[in-house]
């Protein structure tokens, strides 16, 4: 006897756990919102309850006095009202319609304990442990007793078989209680230090965002002033409104790199050639480079077409800033080599160039906001390359020798 009710009980409430683990899963996938996250716990209970019925062996008793009310308990205290109300309906329809059995007084017991329920909806939320377990020992015992009451049959042939089950009940409530607790507990500390995390990172980029915008406003307000001087020749004026207006721009860099950094991806993922996306950037950036004296090759070692899985755009941004640091390594022009390869752990793209090269330090401070040896560099471009490349799956490397020239290699895993 204790076999059977022990195998009942533990059936019930392995649904109801499958129901808080799944919920616990799908809830901070795609729902923000608190009241929604607690009715998909109802909903998702309803469906595992739809696949108790079909696929257990049900003990209509122990489903009775031992899942209906642990069930209903635990939505109460978790979710409120509103769910509640949902398993609750679910509940009785398995009670009247699919077990046939005496379903009034699990409906009336139920009923009772919901309509208590509406009365703390706005303060479970708000429950320590301790007072959860307190409410939820309490509803049950309720219940409990309204059912034994109402339900002449166990009243007239009281048993160890219903002590048993009883029992168990409490004990199950307990466990669940404490479990649900601890789970829920995890899922809100990992938000708030999501939520830390992120605020740290809001402070700390506007603190560095200001002051890099700062440097070139002072100057600004410099020329202004020099400006504002009386007899100033008009040779000097117009020196000093070009250097104001290069500084507008630095400024505007700034924002605009940072912008690309922090601007979200769309999260397409479009299957893209890169050897075609490396000739479009080619196309792009070859006025540039004739600016300044630069010869660009293209090599491909092969015809196939190289797949990797991205974002056109973001790529070729990448591209661009890369290409472009080359041209600028190159101040009295040079030649620059762009070439694709296939590699046994997926698809690289190289841009070599016969630049000013960089030393082992200078090497290690790539990436790093602002590192930029430029006057009027930013030092957001690899942050900004480096980070969608990362995001794309891709491995980004350097290497270098002073004067000779730079390397910078893009290895994609191919999926
Ligand atoms: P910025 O171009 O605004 O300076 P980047 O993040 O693009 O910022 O680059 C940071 C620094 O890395 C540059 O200032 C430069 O010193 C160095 N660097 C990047 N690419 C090269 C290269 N191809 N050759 C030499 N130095 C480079
Ligand atoms: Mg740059």
């Given at each position: 006897?204790?076999?059977?009710?022990?195998?009942?009980?533990?059936?019930?409430?392995?649904?109801?756990?499958?129901?808080?683990?799944?919920?616990?899963?799908?809830?901070?996938?795609?729902?923000?919102?608190?009241?929604?996250?607690n009715?998909l716990?109802?909903?998702?209970?309803?469906?595992l309850?739809?696949f108790?019925?079909?696929?257990?062996?049900?003990?209509?008793?122990i489903?009775?006095?031992?899942?209906?009310?642990?069930s209903?308990?635990?939505?109460?205290?978790?979710?409120?009202?509103v769910?509640?109300?949902?398993?609750?309906?679910?509940?009785?329809?398995?009670?009247?319609?699919?077990?046939?059995?005496?379903?009034?007084p699990?409906?009336?017991?139920?009923?009772?304990?919901?309509?208590?329920s509406?009365?703390i909806?706005?303060?479970?939320?708000?429950?320590n442990?301790?007072l959860?377990?307190?409410?939820?020992?309490?509803?049950?015992?309720?219940?409990?007793v309204?059912?034994?009451?109402?339900a002449?049959?166990i009243?007239?042939?009281?048993?160890?078989?219903?002590?048993?089950?009883?029992?168990?009940?409490?004990?199950?409530?307990?466990?669940?209680?404490f479990?649900?607790?601890h789970?829920?507990?995890?899922?809100?500390?990992?938000?708030?230090?999501i939520?830390?995390?992120k605020?740290?990172?809001?402070?700390?980029?506007?603190a560095?965002?200001s002051?890099?915008?700062?440097?070139p406003?002072t100057s600004i307000?410099?020329?202004?002033?020099l400006?504002?001087?009386?007899?100033?020749?008009?040779?000097d004026?117009?020196?000093?409104?070009?250097?104001?207006?290069?500084g507008?721009?630095?400024?505007?860099?700034?924002?605009?790199?940072?912008?690309?950094?922090?601007?979200?991806?769309?999260?397409?993922?479009?299957?893209?050639?890169?050897?075609?996306?490396?000739?479009?950037?080619?196309?792009?950036?070859?006025?540039?480079?004739t600016?300044?004296?630069?010869?660009?090759?293209i090599?491909?070692?092969?015809?196939?077409?190289?797949?990797?899985?991205?974002?056109?755009?973001?790529?070729?941004?990448?591209?661009?800033n890369?290409?472009?640091?080359?041209i600028?390594?190159?101040?009295?022009?040079?030649?620059?080599s762009?070439?694709?390869?296939?590699?046994?752990?997926?698809?690289?793209?190289?841009?070599?160039?016969?630049?000013?090269?960089?030393?082992?330090?200078?090497l290690?401070?790539?990436?790093?906001p602002?590192y930029?040896?430029?006057?009027?560099?930013?030092?957001?471009?690899?942050?900004?390359?480096?980070?969608?490349?990362?995001?794309?799956?891709?491995?980004?490397?350097?290497?270098?020798?002073?004067?000779?020239?730079?390397?910078?290699s893009?290895?994609?895993?191919?999926?």
């Amino acid at each position: 006897m204790l076999h059977s009710i022990v195998s009942h009980e533990l059936h019930g409430l392995f649904y109801l756990m499958s129901a808080t683990l799944i919920h616990q899963v799908l809830a901070p996938l795609f729902i923000y919102k608190e009241q929604q996250r607690n009715l998909l716990f109802g909903i998702l209970l309803t469906i595992l309850l739809f696949f108790y019925w079909n696929f257990e062996d049900i003990d209509p008793f122990i489903y009775s006095l031992h899942f209906l009310p642990l069930s209903l308990t635990t939505v109460i205290i978790f979710a409120g009202f509103v769910p509640a109300a949902m398993t609750w309906i679910s509940f009785n329809i398995g009670c009247m319609l699919i077990l046939n059995y005496y379903w009034e007084p699990a409906l009336l017991s139920s009923a009772f304990i919901l309509l208590g329920s509406y009365y703390i909806r706005h303060k479970v939320n708000q429950l320590n442990l301790k007072l959860k377990l307190t409410y939820a020992m309490g509803l049950l015992a309720v219940y409990e007793v309204l059912y034994a009451m109402l339900a002449t049959y166990i009243r007239s042939y009281f048993s160890l078989y219903v002590l048993y089950t009883i029992s168990f009940t409490f004990i199950s409530l307990l466990f669940i209680i404490f479990l649900v607790f601890h789970v829920k507990k995890h899922e809100f500390h990992r938000q708030r230090i999501i939520a830390i995390e992120k605020d740290r990172m809001i402070g700390q980029l506007a603190a560095t965002i200001s002051h890099e915008i700062r440097n070139p406003l002072t100057s600004i307000r410099g020329f202004l002033q020099l400006l504002d001087q009386k007899e100033l020749p008009l040779h000097d004026q117009k020196r000093y409104i070009e250097l104001a207006l290069s500084g507008v721009d630095q400024a505007n860099t700034i924002i605009n790199d940072y912008l690309n950094y922090a601007k979200p991806s769309n999260g397409l993922q479009e299957q893209l050639d890169i050897k075609e996306e490396l000739e479009a950037t080619l196309r792009f950036i070859t006025p540039l480079a004739t600016d300044h004296q630069v010869v660009i090759h293209i090599v491909h070692e092969t015809d196939d077409p190289l797949f990797i899985l991205g974002e056109s755009k973001k790529l070729r941004q990448c591209l661009i800033n890369l290409v472009k640091n080359a041209i600028e390594s190159m101040p009295d022009g040079g030649h620059i080599s762009l070439s694709t390869c296939k590699q046994p752990s997926g698809v690289q793209i190289s841009i070599t160039d016969t630049g000013v090269g960089m030393s082992k330090s200078q090497l290690d401070s790539l990436g790093m906001p602002f590192y930029t040896t430029k006057e009027q560099g930013t030092g957001l471009g690899l942050v900004v390359v480096m980070s969608i490349i990362k995001m794309m799956n891709g491995k980004i490397s350097f290497s270098s020798a002073i004067n000779q020239g730079t390397q910078c290699s893009i290895l994609f895993q191919q999926k």
